[in-house]
């Protein structure tokens, strides 16, 4: 037999490459691509035809679909062996159906074998700045942290339902940032100016960089356990006035000014405000010791601090 030539029956090799699926492939979702060699054949869905070249120009299938519409999501049955969900619910309602219409089209042949969910800390609601674990109840207390709660439920529930087929995990994520991310610094809120509060009512904040978040979303998917959430945050220790105040210095741009908590509320916008009405800091050891993630950015001054 010529040596190029596959064994009689041996599948070719991209039919024995671990099929991944990335379901909302923003910034975190093009971060995990590029962890990615060439043992992975990776797919994404979109709801945007127009991203499909671009997905093609890096090797990657692109899917058109979308989870809002349960019929466009067919083709996704049994055709991954692990799902990486990063995408957010909709902005309405209690419940997140857009996960509901995923794990559905998911449950209808082979389920994955692993399946990783990106949620978000607000899932504890305030915790009046205690120091928070995995094993703290949830009591989400905006509309977008009770959609995450549904969404992290109807995961557990295909974990139960797939014990021993499909392995789940929710990452509990904060604040996203990163100095090459849309949005992924302070700079915007801070030329404007915008207040925040005295620090004896100031609220204590968790942040993660997004390549660490991409790097914490891979490990996931190689997890052997079933069944488990993480939080995924960085080791800094800040109140929310202390990290503008420090990311002011480091932009080179004045402190915002202080004030109190009912003064605030003429000055911000509502989404904003709400920000302020929650207090924790998150716990990070299981994501070390299971996920076994070494932090590139540990702390917010590592990784937000402009470049020379």
């Keep these: 037999m010529p040596s190029n030539q596959a064994p009689l029956g041996a599948k070719p090799a991209v039919f024995r490459k671990s099929r991944l699926l990335v379901v909302g492939c923003g910034d975190v979702g093009q971060r995990l691509l590029t962890l990615l ?18 997905f093609r120009s890096q090797g990657v299938r692109a899917l058109v679909g979308n989870l809002d519409h349960p019929r466009s999501l067919a083709r996704l049955s049994g055709l991954a062996h692990r799902v990486a969900h990063l995408a957010p619910p909709a902005s309405q309602g209690t419940q997140d159906l857009r996960t509901r219409n995923l794990l559905q089209v998911l449950s209808l042949r082979s ?24 094993l703290r109840a949830l009591k989400a207390q905006t509309s977008r942290g009770v959609r995450r709660v549904d969404a992290e439920m109807r995961v557990r529930h295909l974990g139960r339902l797939k014990m021993g087929q499909t392995k789940t995990a929710a990452l509990r994520i ?31 904040t968790n942040h993660i960089h997004a390549d660490d978040l991409a790097r914490a979303v891979f ?20 109140k929310m006035g202390e990290y503008f105040a420090w990311a002011a210095q480091a932009f080179g741009l004045p402190s915002p000014p202080q004030m109190d908590r009912q003064t605030i509320q003429t000055h911000l916008s509502p989404m904003q405000f709400s920000f302020m009405q929650e207090s924790r800091r998150l716990l990070n050891l299981r994501m070390k010791r299971e996920l076994k993630l070494v932090l590139r950015y540990p702390t917010i001054q590592d990784g937000l601090r402009p470049k020379a």
């Design 37 to 54: 060699d060439s043992r992975w054949r990776v797919l994404v869905l979109t709801s945007d035809a127009s991203k499909v070249p671009s």
């Design 111 to 134: 389920a994955p074998e692993h399946l990783v969910y990106a949620s978000t800390s607000g899932v504890y609601g305030d915790c009046d700045g205690e120091w928070v674990s995995e």
């Design 174 to 204: 904060p604040g996203i940032y990163a100095l090459d991310r849309e949005g992924g610094t302070p700079l915007e809120r801070l030329q404007k100016g915008l207040p925040v509060l005295k620090p004896e009512q100031d609220v204590y």
């Design 219 to 238: 490990r996931a998917l190689l997890l052997q356990s079933t069944l488990r959430s993480f939080n995924v945050s960085d080791d800094s220790q800040l």
